[in-house]
């Protein structure tokens, strides 16, 4: 084989090699279609929704108030819907989302399930009900104000008016 050969085979193996690794969905990765702010929005909105859940199903297993049962089970099912809408979205998008809480609400998790009775309750409304709504809804004003995706400015100010009732509740509920 001369010099000439090998190299063709050489560059039409490794072609054909790049050609099949690029059709294969195994080893294909979707670009994101958004710019890295929009894409971090949308990262973010997917991450309060999974901390919010979390939370709430474990306030559901803990909580013996039947005000706070009814704010947690809120949270899930207003949470679940709304992580569903920014899952959709995502994937239209190519962006993957995380999978889960993220480290701090972990953390939090873990002082929570160490926590009882009224104890539990209040320090559930303060942080993951008045807390991170606060924060989620900055992070939903923000991005329905900068976002350049149409799409992930529309999801952000369908998401908001949801959070901001959760606050109003969080509040009324951490007063008591």
């Known amino acids: 084989m001369n ?15 790049v050609a099949a690794l690029a059709g294969s969905p195994a080893w294909a990765q979707t670009k994101s279609q958004l710019n890295h ?31 706070v049962k009814k704010f947690a089970q809120m949270m899930v099912d207003d949470h679940t819907k709304a992580l569903s809408d920014v899952q959709t979205l995502a994937q239209a998008k190519g962006v993957e989302l995380p999978s889960g809480p993220d480290v701090k609400h972990k953390a939090t998790m873990v002082e929570f399930k160490a926590l009882s009775g009224s104890t539990f309750d209040s320090r559930y409304i303060k ?26 400015k529309a999801l952000a100010g369908k998401m908001l008016p949801v959070v901001e009732q959760h606050l109003g509740e969080a509040k009324q509920l951490s007063s008591m």
Request: hydrophobic letters at 40%.
């Open 37 to 67: 702010a929009d894409t971090s929005a949308l990262k973010d909105m997917g991450q309060a929704n999974m901390d919010e859940i979390a939370a709430g199903q474990l306030a559901l297993e803990k909580t013996q108030n039947d005000q």
């Open 3 to 17: 010099l000439r050969t090998r190299t063709f085979t050489t560059v039409g193996g490794i072609a054909i090699a």
């Open 127 to 152: 942080q993951a009900g008045v807390g991170d709504h606060e924060n989620v809804e900055k992070m939903l004003k923000k991005t329905q104000a900068n976002a350049k995706d149409a799409d992930v």
